[in-house]
C-alpha cells in the first residue's frame, strides 16, 4: 500500500515535469538537468514496479521514444491502482458468496426444497388423507433446524419468536396431531368433547389468521435453498392446506385413519354463534395467546432488545422478538408519525437503539388484534361457506409466495453484486460525484 500511495504522489509530478518541459522546449529547448532528473526519476519508479532497466533506456536523440517511455511509467501507476481495486471487488465477492453458501444457497438445498413442493403438490392432490401425516413428519426436522438457526443468528438471538401467535398455533396443533396418534398407540381414545372445540379453534385460526399472513407478510416467500424461509412458509400455509383436506375430504380420511379421526360432528359445526361456534373458539383462543404474549413482553421482552439501559449504561443485549424486529423494519415511523408525533429521525434513533416503549408495544398488540380477528371473521368464513373459495385462497397465496422467491432470485442473480460493488466503493463513487454529480448511492 506504501508503494501504490508513493506513486500517486510522483506520478502528478512527472506529468508537471513534462508539461513542463514541453512549454520550456516550444520556447527555446528543455534544459539538460532537467531532462535528467526526469529520467532517474523514471527509472526509480519503474524499478519498484518490475520494469526492466533496458526498457526504459532513452534515447536522447528520439523525443518521441522518451514520450512513450514516460508515458508507460505514468499509466503503470493507474494499472497497480486498478488492480488494487480489483482484488477489493473480488474479496467481497467472495465474502457475499460464503456468505449466500452458509445460508444454504448450494445445489442439494435447493433440489430438496423444489421437490418437497412437488410432493405436497402431489399428496394434496393425489391422496389429500394423507398431508396431515406429512406436516407432522416434516415439522420434525423443518422447525428444530430453524430453531438451530435462530438460536445462532447474529447479532441477537431470535429464539423468542417461537412465542408469535403463528408459531404457537403450529406448536399447538402439531402436538394435537401427536397426541391422537399417540393414543390410538396405545389403544386408547380422546373424548369427542375435546376434539369438537379444539377443531373448531383451529379451523378459525388456520383457514383465517394463517392463510392471510400469507398474503399480508412479505417474507412468505417460496426460495428452495433457504431453510428459514421455507420453515416461514410452511408454518404459514401447510395449516390451512391440512384444514383444507379435514373440512372438504373429511370422509376419505376418516376411511384411511378411523381410530384417530372421527369427524362425526362435521354438520353440526357452524361458523357463527356464540362461543360454541368456530369464529367464537378461534377468538378465545386468540386472546388466551395474547394474554400470555403481553404478559411476557411486559415483564421481560421489551427491555431485551435494548441497546441502552434506563440508566443511558450501554447493554449488552442478547436476545430479540417478533415485536422489536417488526418496529426495526419500518412500522415504528407510521406508529411515531401518526399515533405518537414524533418525527422520522426520532423514531429511526429508536429504531436503531430498540428503545420502543409500552405505548408503542400496546398500538402494535392493537393492529395484531385488528387484523387477526378480522381474517377469522372474514377470511376463516369465506374458507368454510365455499371450496372453490378457499382453493383460491391457497392458490394465490402459492403464486404470492413463488412470486416474491422469483423477485429474491433476481436480486440474486442481477442486483446484489452490483450492490456490494456500490457500497464497497462508497467513499470512492461519491467523492467522484462531487465532482461530476452522477453519482448517488443506492439505499
Known sequence: SSMVSSSSKVAPEIVADRGRSESSSGAGGPSSGAAEELLRLSRLQASQFGFDDDDLS?????????????????????????????????????????????????????????LNCFLIAYVIGDCPEHLWLLYLSESLYMIPRKFQNMWRAKPLNQAFYYLDFCWCMNFLGLF??????????????????????????????????LLAANIALPF???VFHDVNT????????????????????????????PKIFYFSYMDEIRYFGGMDSVAGCATFLYFMWFAFYVSFMLLVGINMPRTYEKNGKRADPTYDTVFH??????????????????????????????DFDTIDFFIYMTFHMIAALGAIYTVGYG??????????????????????????????????????????????????????????RMD
Open 58 to 114: 532513452l534515447d536522447d536523440d528520439d523525443d518521441g521514444s522518451r514520450s512513450r517511455k514516460e508515458e508507460k511509467i505514468y499509466e503503470s501507476h493507474f494499472k497497480r491502482g486498478e488492480i488494487e481495486a480489483i482484488r477489493k471487488v473480488l474479496r467481497q465477492m467472495e465474502v457475499v458468496a460464503l456468505k449466500r453458501t452458509s445460508e444454504g444457497f448450494n445445489q442439494i438445498n435447493f433440489t430438496l426444497g423444489v
Open 176 to 209: 394435537s396431531l401427536a397426541a391422537l396418534v399417540i393414543y390410538d398407540l396405545l389403544g386408547s381414545n380422546v373424548e369427542e368433547d375435546a376434539r369438537k372445540p379444539m377443531f373448531k379453534a383451529f379451523m378459525g385460526v388456520t383457514c383465517g389468521v
Open 220 to 222: 412468505v416467500a417460496c
Open 230 to 257: 421455507m420453515t416461514g412458509l410452511f408454518i404459514h400455509l401447510m395449516p390451512p392446506m391440512v384444514m383444507y383436506t379435514f373440512w372438504w375430504h373429511s370422509q376419505e380420511i376418516v376411511a384411511s385413519w
Open 325 to 354: 424486529s417488526t418496529m426495526r423494519q419500518g412500522a415504528c415511523i407510521p406508529i411515531g408519525s401518526y399515533f405518537r408525533g414524533r418525527s422520522k429521525s426520532d423514531s429511526l434513533k429508536l429504531m436503531e437503539e430498540n
Open 383 to 440: 374458507c368454510y361457506r365455499n371450496q372453490i373459495f378457499h382453493k383460491a385462497m391457497l392458490g394465490g397465496s402459492v403464486v404470492l409466495a413463488v412470486v416474491r422467491g422469483a423477485n429474491r432470485y433476481t436480486y440474486y442473480s442481477t442486483k446484489m453484486y452490483a450492490r456490494e460493488i456500490r457500497k464497497t466503493f462508497a467513499a470512492e463513487l461519491e467523492d467522484d460525484a462531487g465532482a461530476k454529480g452522477e453519482y448517488s
